[in-house]
């Protein structure tokens, strides 16, 4: 018997209107367009307006722009994953709401929680349903509000995020295209850099966590930046090797969109040149788990039949990983 595989069939994005440019950013703390060019590479972000819109308004349009390129129902969808650090609430899981909101009345949905590895952790989840044989329609979506938890008063943070959602459709493939393999890792102890400092179990939410402003992303900017250079590089390469090929091998890399001087690190440490390395960096900042999806969605006419494909990625937990894509379709527009 063949071994069935997962591909990607089809691909769905979506960015709120409003941009959050530097220049904005300008009025709001002691920063300048420069540095933030220099320092990330982001120009501007996109960010969610509007009373009680959340992650779930971001990630059931990108889905359903997925369903619409495929050809398919809602109805037809057999599980959602959302990997998000920005849930609509802390429960129900907000891919039970994106299913609602859809109307996916077949499917099983639940979150995953990995930070800016959040779409690639739940890839290799949603891969092996597919693989299982059990499932034939698995949706995994990236989303984040991350202006839902950004200090705008904090010029060490609010420069590199934004608000975004894409997603991907996994179907069994017959001709040995898909997702062939990953290295995923997680470090817990690297939470001192990276996290939440209140609104959990551990420091429930109060009057003192508000005026202290603890629930807020906190990051520790350059240890993170070194944790994040040598674990996506590193990784990237361990999955080039165990799979026998090179940089040459590779058509395209689809790496997380944190730092534009942490992907330039990882695409010379593959032997990759800048042509062959998806950024957007610049025009939508650092949106946690929606930023590789959201890659493939801006490069999806670029894609071709049997392309190999790394995605990469490092987040807070710290987590981070690589997987490699055989892409399994020419796109039709
Ligand atoms: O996606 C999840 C994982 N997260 C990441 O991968 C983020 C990794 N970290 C980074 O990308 C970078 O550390 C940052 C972009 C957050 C910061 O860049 P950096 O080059 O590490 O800056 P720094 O924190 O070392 O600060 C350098 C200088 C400092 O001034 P002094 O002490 O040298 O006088 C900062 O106060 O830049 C100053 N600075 C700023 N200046 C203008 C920090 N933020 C700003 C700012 N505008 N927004």
Known sequence: MT???AAITAIGGFVPEYRLTNKELETLVDTNDEWIRTRTGVEERRIL???GLATSDMAAPAVLDLCKKR???PEEIDCIICATVTPDMFFPATANIISDKIGAINAFSFDIAAACSGFLFALTTGTSLVESGRYKKVVVVGADKMSSIVDYSDRATCIIFGDGAGAVLLEPNQEGNG???SILRSDGSGK???H???GGSAKPASIETVMAKEHYIYQEGQAVFKFAVKGMADVSYELLQRNNLTGEDIAWLVPHQANLRIIDATANRMGLPKEKVMINIQKY????AATIPLC??????QLKKGDNIVLAAFGGGFTWGATLIKWAYNSVE
Do not use: C, F, H, P
């Not at 900042?285 to 946690?288: M, Q, V």
């Not at 493939?296 to 006419?301: A, G, K, P, V």
């Open 3 to 5: 071994k069935i595989t």
């Open 49 to 51: 307006k509007g009373e």
């Open 71 to 73: 050809g398919i129902s």
């Open 179 to 181: 997702v062939m393999d």
């Open 192 to 194: 001192n850099y990276l």
């Open 196 to 198: 939440m400092k209140a």
């Open 285 to 288: 900042g650092n949106t946690t």
């Open 296 to 301: 493939l969605w801006d490069w999806e006419n």
